[in-house]
């Protein structure tokens, strides 16, 4: 048979068409119009479930991204007021101990030590946390090492000096921390 000439329906085709109107089923009384328009509806139904599971991945991705933004976005800024906090410290560890219980500087260091806790409590509270190093295994995730140090007493690889503190914003890393690590003496 061509796909010109007609063919009779199954029964259960013919119950289907029960009800249908006249113009949808040929003349031969087989109903293939009703069976192309049933197709073509099925692959519409499929089209419109693709394109709501796309639009759904899509709002997914937009909200992973927007709550990523929020978390995140202090990141540039973080970066910046970190120099501010190693210029602070690099300042109150140079006042001589003679200079601190002086009178006259007490209130100065006191004054600059509470500065430093006040930059730890707002890192603290935007998830920027200091990165931990001495006595630690080298992690190259966490850690950069910018020397390395023969050392009998620890292992290879083991992070001896902190040379200038590592950062994290929340699970992300801010700035590696800056390390010697031990290596075999020679």
């Known amino acids: 048979m ?11 085709a013919q119950a289907e068409l029960k009800g249908v109107p006249e113009e949808l089923i040929d003349s031969a009384g087989n109903g293939e119009e009703l069976v192309k328009l049933r197709e ?3 692959a519409a139904k499929q089209d419109i479930l693709y394109a709501k599971a796309e639009t759904q991945n899509l709002r997914r991705r937009m909200e992973k991204d927007i709550a990523d933004t929020r978390a995140y976005a202090a990141t540039g800024f973080a970066r910046d007021i970190l120099s ?3 210029n ?5 560890e140079s006042i001589p101990a003679d200079l601190r ?20 409590k707002v890192f603290a509270g935007h998830g920027i946390s200091r990165i ?7 992690d190259p995730h966490q850690h950069q090492a910018m020397m390395e140090v023969p050392s009998a ?21 801010l700035r590696p921390a800056m390390v010697a690590v031990a290596k075999k003496p020679d």
């Open 153 to 173: 007493d620890a292992e290879p690889g083991t992070v001896l000096q902190e040379l200038q503190a590592g950062y994290m914003i929340k699970d992300r890393l």
């Open 2 to 12: 061509t796909d010109n000439e007609t063919r009779p329906l199954d029964e259960a």
């Open 132 to 138: 931990a190093a001495t006595g630690l295994p080298l």
């Open 40 to 42: 073509e509806l099925e």
């Open 84 to 86: 501010v906090a190693d």
């Open 88 to 92: 602070l410290a690099r300042a109150l």
């Open 101 to 120: 219980d002086d009178e006259k500087f007490r209130n100065l260091v006191a004054g600059l030590e509470a500065t430093g806790r006040e930059i730890e």
